[in-house]
């Protein structure tokens, strides 16, 4: 067992929580089980533009974004998955990132699975949905714009009739400090 700080902290004491090798390796099981039922269903993830959604995706699988970014087996599984089904993911990674040295006039170096297929406008029922919250949140901020409009002419016209009483008293000022206050006759 050697000094009994194996598993635990500096007093002896066992950390509560899952090792990062058991966090790496339930991910990846939940990845593998998550793509095995979207095959079994023949759905997609969330797409975003044609571009899987890596963030809907980990919250999906209750792992943070950077297990996506640092775990190896879970990146080479996810990205051999899209490109078998043609699939761009959202973050660029070593395998799909553009080579720039031999990239020419703003070409990419994708896989060869990718650069055969154009990815086809979105129609996943996610999308769909995407578009009528979208427009929803659309018609919303146009009302909250009219409303801002609305406020800031009627503060435009109280300005307006501010800057108006404060010339009448500048003038009322004026002429009281020329003809004196109240001179005896």
Not at 117 to 130: E, G, M, S
Not at 140 to 146: C, D, F
Request: charged share 25%.
């Amino acid at each position: 067992m050697g000094n009994g700080m194996a598993n635990g902290m500096a007093d002896g004491t066992t950390r509560p929580g899952k090792s990062g090798r058991q966090k790496a390796t339930e991910a990846l099981a939940a990845l593998e089980a998550f793509l095995r039922a979207h095959d079994t269903a023949g759905t997609t993830p969330d797409l975003r533009r044609g571009v899987l959604n890596l963030r809907s995706l980990c919250k999906a699988l209750g792992v943070s974004r950077s297990t996506a970014n640092q775990n190896p087996a879970f990146r080479q599984t996810l990205d051999a998955w899209c490109v078998a089904k043609g699939i761009r993911v959202g973050t660029e990674t070593a395998q799909t990132a553009p080579d720039v040295g031999t990239a020419n006039q703003g070409e990419v170096n994708q896989p060869q699975a990718l650069q055969s297929q154009n990815p086809a406008p979105p129609t996943d029922v996610n999308d769909k949905r995407t578009i009528k919250r979208l427009e929803s949140d659309l018609g919303k901020e146009r009302k909250r714009v009219a409303e801002l409009e609305k406020r800031l002419a009627e503060s435009i016209a109280q300005n307006s009739h501010l800057y108006t009483l404060i010339n009448q008293y500048k003038a009322r000022e004026s002429f009281l400090t020329e003809k004196g206050k109240g001179e005896k006759r």
